[in-house]
Each structure stands twice: as structure tokens, then as C-alpha cells.
């Protein structure tokens, strides 16, 4: 079980990368820029809100995210602490309030291989700089 303390931030989910009746993966800015991945887990809440973890990625993990050169737990794992938990309903613009753990939840672990669909991967690399051309 993560340990958590006070800090907490704001978090603004800018883009949707992939959803299945509701986001499950979206880019996330924290206030002073810091590029975060949300991670959509955990069963659905009684309020309709989904919990999410936010996990800081630079700019070119996210590009080879995108790319599929790295799956979601391996850029999870690149990550260093603190991570970010906060529920929301997770579309563009939405901001969530996080609070800062030690560790990823293991329920929000994702398996190992899982890579952004190649649909998706083609209309999000246009709006990448780091990934090759």
C-alpha cells in the first residue's frame, strides 16, 4: 500500500491518448508544466468518478510511449516518486486533485505489453516533436 502524504496538486488532464467508454489514459499537466500520464483504475466509483493515477513522464518517454517503443508499466516504472492520486472524470481540460504517494497502487499497474493502439498512435504522432518523423 502506497504511503501518502499532504501534498497535493492540481492536475489538468490536457488530452485523451485512449478511451474505452471513458478515459483510460490521458497526457496531464501539474501546475508549474510538468508533463504527468493519468492511468485510469480501479472498478468504477458510486459517484460516476473514476480514480487515476499520475505517474511523471519527460517528453520523450511520452513520445516513445506514444511510438510503442516503450509500454505504459515501462514508463510507469521510468517514473520517480512522488506519483500523483486523485478521482475525476478524466475527459480533456478536467482538472483532478492529486495527492502525492510513494509508490504505484499494484491495482494500478498495468501488464506488461500494453501499447496504444496504431490508429491512435498515428494521429497522436503529428502532435509529438519528439517522435522521429
Partial sequence: MPTTNSAQISLRITEVLLEYEQPLIGAAQGP???TFIAVAYG???EDGAQDFVFVCADQQQV???ISGRIDLLALM????APFYLGAG???ADTTITGRAVD???E???PTSGLV???EVVHVLSTRYSALPA
Fill in 107 to 109: 491495482a494500478a499497474k
Fill in 43 to 45: 472498478p468504477d466509483r
Fill in 89 to 91: 472524470y478524466g475527459g
Fill in 116 to 118: 496504444l493502439p496504431p
Fill in 32 to 34: 508549474d508544466g510538468t
Fill in 63 to 65: 513520445a516513445d510511449f
Fill in 103 to 105: 509508490s504505484i497502487p
Fill in 77 to 80: 516504472k521510468a517514473s520517480s
